[in-house]
């Protein structure tokens, strides 16, 4: 399950970046201004993905090794991201649909 | 001053004074991660295993080595290439003679994983002295080395806890790094700072932790006293219990393959990577196969034999339990170690010390670049702001030329060369010091973007012909590694060359981009 809390770490990390507002005017330029309540489920569903893959490593690590895991997988998302809306942020919207696709795909397949 | 003012200025000085030492601290540290991969490229005469042999071959192997060189041992180990430890190796112990004053000592030979014989290899201390450096540092007494190691790390702690404090818009900013604008320095500290925050708060508190016995001695003096109530008390706690002591009278053991398929089957197909017997021989013999922790922190979970009868033994059974405390301080040591972690989290461990020296590093420059900009505005002295650009650079580059120093010492210095290890580690610091000399010689001569540009593209070439001066040297050029799946060799290589071209990036970039103080500072009237 490697694989899925990775992906839920990068989803989480994906919304949470488009629910602050100059993130999300360079990732999305045309896009609409969202009202507050759809910026906080924005953050809600963003830090559920966190709290989902940190039950998914507890379940599959144990609650040790897990947290370990979850501290790199955070980790190394964020940097994704950090990387991605500096050099890149049009690319935000993609990584958030393959992260989708990511995370539906590894759970199916239980990796 | 309000609080969260103090606190800014509380991060500052708590970061800059050590710093460096602390940068010092990340990036040796985080070498220690990859030891034995290091040590494995600084001994190139170790030749790769050509066939598939089995580990039950492998402990048949050492054991017939074993008896020849190690007939007194109280103990021996052997390391099997399995896993991670790219070693086949044997190690055995031999006790203190109080007749002849002999000490108990450990042996250690490598073996060629293809034929058993002993493998010849240089002196050197490999990843280890690296690893060493970072809290034991060089050339000084070691009480004086954890006191300041010690000293840094809780520095560290307050300026980790305090820029979590004075962040303002840690999670709107969480993602921040605007390239083109005067924030950048302050956006790549704070990124650096905040996005492996869990593991800087883990490293410099379990660091900390793990030198309190010696930094923080008056805490348990007064409660067990000085001298051999102190000694005592470290025994029982520090010490690995015997619970089973030889007892002179000879048996024969178990043969120890048949104990290691019958602890493969136990294991569920994890993998056993060392064999450990004590007081081989003896009636009390006890066998361990070491099998590699699937799940928790642990690196092991053996699984220990009584050697005669070869039934299960629990060490634990006898010995006294551990109390909560020395749990979490257990605890503690193994995450900061961090020996349990498979390849992709120890490369994840790697690259959060590597940004928490990019922490270290970017606060100095950033200091350095506020100070300027104050000095600009204000046209006030600037030999405070002279000295730290100097240090900044000797540290920030002069580090990693001297590690590459250190490379290239390994193969160039002659093999049998008496202290060669020292020579290697002397290398080091002598490079070490010529980084740190060069702005302080040149500074008159130059400005301080020519001085970062000299010492990038000295950084660029002496890694990136560290894969040359390997090919040049031994029979594990990176070719020939990549070809045979090598990829301990194959991997110090490419790394080389992603530093390389790092460094290459960085010199590009900063010819471009660092301001220089010498026009800035002779535009606002203010001498260097």
């Given at each position: 399950?490697m694989?899925?809390?990775?992906s839920?770490c990068l989803?989480g990390?994906?919304l949470l970046?488009?629910a602050?507002?100059?993130n999300?005017?360079?990732a999305?330029?045309?896009?609409k201004?969202?009202?507050?309540?759809?910026?906080?489920?924005?953050?809600?569903?963003?830090f559920?993905?966190?709290?989902?893959?940190?039950l998914?490593?507890?379940?599959a690590?144990?609650?040790?090794?897990g947290?370990?895991?979850?501290?790199?997988?955070?980790?190394?998302?964020?940097?994704?991201?950090?990387?991605?809306?500096?050099?890149?942020?049009?690319?935000?919207?993609?990584l958030?649909?393959?992260?989708?696709?990511?995370?539906i795909?590894?759970?199916?397949?239980?990796? | 001053?309000?609080f969260?003012h103090s606190?800014?200025?509380?991060?500052?000085?708590?970061?800059?004074?050590?710093?460096?030492?602390?940068?010092f601290m990340?990036?040796?540290?985080?070498?220690?991660?990859?030891?034995e991969?290091?040590?494995r490229w600084m001994?190139?005469?170790?030749?790769l295993?050509?066939?598939?042999?089995?580990?039950?071959e492998?402990?048949?192997?050492?054991?017939?080595?074993?008896?020849?060189?190690?007939?007194?041992?109280?103990?021996?180990?052997?390391e099997l290439p399995?896993?991670?430890?790219?070693?086949f190796s044997?190690?055995?112990?031999e006790?203190?003679?109080?007749?002849?004053?002999?000490?108990?000592?450990?042996?250690?030979?490598k073996?060629?994983p293809n034929t058993?014989?002993?493998?010849?290899?240089?002196?050197?201390?490999?990843?280890?002295?690296?690893?060493?450096?970072?809290?034991?540092?060089?050339?000084?007494?070691g009480?004086l080395?954890?006191?300041?190691?010690?000293?840094?790390?809780?520095?560290t702690?307050?300026?980790?806890?305090s820029?979590?404090i004075i962040?303002?818009?840690?999670?709107k900013?969480?993602f921040?790094?605007?390239?083109?604008?005067?924030?950048?320095?302050?956006?790549?500290?704070?990124l650096?700072g905040?996005?492996?925050l869990?593991?800087?708060?883990?490293?410099?508190?379990?660091?900390?932790?793990?030198?309190?016995?010696?930094?923080?001695?008056?805490?348990?003096?007064?409660?067990y006293?000085v001298?051999?109530?102190?000694?005592?008390?470290y025994d029982?706690?520090?010490?690995?219990h015997?619970?089973?002591?030889?007892t002179g009278?000879s048996?024969?053991?178990?043969?120890?393959?048949?104990?290691?398929?019958d602890?493969l089957k136990r294991?569920?197909?994890?993998?056993i990577?060392?064999?450990?017997?004590?007081?081989?021989?003896?009636?009390?013999a006890?066998?361990?196969?070491g099998?590699?922790?699937?799940?928790?922190?642990?690196?092991?979970?053996p699984?220990h034999?009584?050697g005669?009868s070869?039934?299960?033994?629990?060490?634990?059974?006898d010995?006294?339990?551990?109390?909560?405390?020395k749990?979490?301080y257990?605890?503690?040591?193994?995450l900061?170690?961090?020996?349990?972690a498979r390849?992709?989290?120890r490369?994840?461990?790697?690259?959060?010390?590597?940004?928490?020296?990019?922490m270290?590093?970017?606060g100095?420059?950033?200091?350095?670049?506020?100070?300027?900009?104050k000095?600009?505005?204000s046209g006030?002295?600037v030999?405070?702001?002279?000295?730290?650009?100097?240090?900044?650079?000797?540290?920030?580059?002069?580090?990693p030329?001297?590690?590459?120093?250190?490379?290239?010492?390994?193969?160039l210095?002659?093999?049998?060369?008496?202290?060669r290890a020292h020579?290697?580690m002397?290398?080091?610091?002598?490079?070490?010091?010529?980084?740190?000399l060069?702005?302080?010689?040149?500074?008159?001569?130059?400005?301080?973007?020519?001085?970062w540009?000299e010492?990038?593209?000295?950084?660029?070439?002496?890694?990136?012909?560290?894969?040359?001066?390997?090919?040049?040297?031994?029979?594990?050029?990176?070719?020939k590694?990549?070809?045979?799946g090598?990829?301990v060799?194959?991997?110090?290589?490419?790394f080389?060359?992603?530093?390389?071209?790092?460094?290459?990036i960085?010199?590009?970039?900063?010819?471009?981009?660092?301001?220089?103080?010498?026009?800035e500072?002779?535009?606002?009237?203010v001498?260097?």
């Amino acid at each position: 399950m490697m694989i899925s809390s990775f992906s839920l770490c990068l989803l989480g990390l994906c919304l949470l970046s488009l629910a602050t507002k100059r993130n999300r005017k360079n990732a999305l330029p045309n896009f609409k201004k969202l009202t507050t309540l759809q910026t906080r489920i924005l953050k809600c569903v963003g830090f559920s993905c966190l709290i989902t893959s940190a039950l998914v490593l507890a379940e599959a690590k144990g609650l040790s090794l897990g947290l370990v895991y979850l501290g790199a997988w955070v980790t190394l998302a964020a940097l994704t991201q950090a990387l991605l809306l500096s050099y890149q942020p049009r690319g935000v919207p993609s990584l958030l649909v393959a992260s989708l696709a990511a995370v539906i795909i590894s759970v199916a397949l239980r990796i | 001053m309000s609080f969260r003012h103090s606190m800014t200025w509380l991060h500052t000085w708590s970061g800059l004074v050590l710093g460096w030492l602390l940068y010092f601290m990340f990036v040796t540290g985080s070498t220690g991660y990859f030891d034995e991969e290091i040590l494995r490229w600084m001994q190139p005469e170790i030749p790769l295993q050509e066939s598939s042999i089995s580990a039950s071959e492998f402990i048949e192997t050492a054991e017939r080595r074993l008896d020849q060189v190690a007939t007194n041992a109280t103990e021996t180990y052997i390391e099997l290439p399995l896993g991670r430890s790219p070693f086949f190796s044997i190690w055995w112990h031999e006790a203190a003679t109080p007749e002849t004053g002999a000490r108990g000592l450990w042996h250690n030979e490598k073996l060629n994983p293809n034929t058993g014989e002993p493998v010849i290899t240089r002196e050197t201390e490999g990843g280890e002295f690296l690893y060493r450096l970072h809290y034991a540092l060089h050339y000084i007494p070691g009480w004086l080395a954890y006191a300041l190691t010690s000293l840094a790390a809780m520095f560290t702690l307050v300026a980790i806890i305090s820029g979590v404090i004075i962040h303002r818009r840690i999670f709107k900013d969480f993602f921040s790094f605007r390239r083109h604008k005067q924030r950048s320095w302050l956006d790549l500290h704070n990124l650096f700072g905040v996005l492996p925050l869990p593991f800087h708060l883990m490293i410099t508190y379990s660091g900390l932790m793990l030198l309190m016995f010696s930094t923080m001695l008056p805490v348990p003096a007064s409660s067990y006293g000085v001298g051999e109530g102190l000694r005592a008390i470290y025994d029982e706690v520090f010490t690995e219990h015997d619970s089973r002591s030889a007892t002179g009278i000879s048996a024969n053991s178990m043969s120890t393959v048949s104990l290691y398929n019958d602890a493969l089957k136990r294991s569920d197909g994890g993998l056993i990577n060392y064999v450990a017997i004590k007081h081989p021989g003896d009636k009390n013999a006890v066998i361990e196969m070491g099998v590699l922790a699937n799940e928790g922190i642990e690196q092991h979970k053996p699984i220990h034999y009584d050697g005669v009868s070869g039934e299960l033994y629990d060490p634990e059974e006898d010995a006294s339990k551990h109390s909560s405390a020395k749990s979490f301080y257990d605890t503690m040591e193994i995450l900061h170690e961090g020996l349990f972690a498979r390849p992709l989290l120890r490369w994840l461990y790697f690259l959060s010390g590597l940004m928490g020296a990019g922490m270290m590093a970017t606060g100095s420059l950033l200091w350095a670049v506020n100070r300027r900009k104050k000095h600009t505005m204000s046209g006030g002295g600037v030999r405070g702001l002279a000295l730290v650009d100097r240090l900044n650079l000797g540290t920030i580059v002069g580090l990693p030329i001297a590690i590459a120093a250190y490379f290239w010492a390994n193969r160039l210095l002659p093999v049998d060369l008496a202290s060669r290890a020292h020579w290697e580690m002397n290398s080091l610091f002598i490079v070490w010091g010529i980084a740190l000399l060069h702005p302080f010689l040149r500074w008159k001569k130059t400005s301080l973007k020519s001085l970062w540009c000299e010492q990038l593209m000295f950084a660029t070439m002496v890694y990136a012909f560290i894969p040359v001066l390997n090919a040049a040297t031994s029979e594990h050029h990176l070719g020939k590694a990549l070809l045979q799946g090598d990829w301990v060799m194959a991997g110090f290589d490419l790394f080389m060359l992603v530093l390389a071209m790092c460094f290459a990036i960085a010199f590009n970039k900063l010819r471009r981009r660092i301001p220089n103080p010498s026009v800035e500072n002779s535009a606002a009237g203010v001498k260097v």
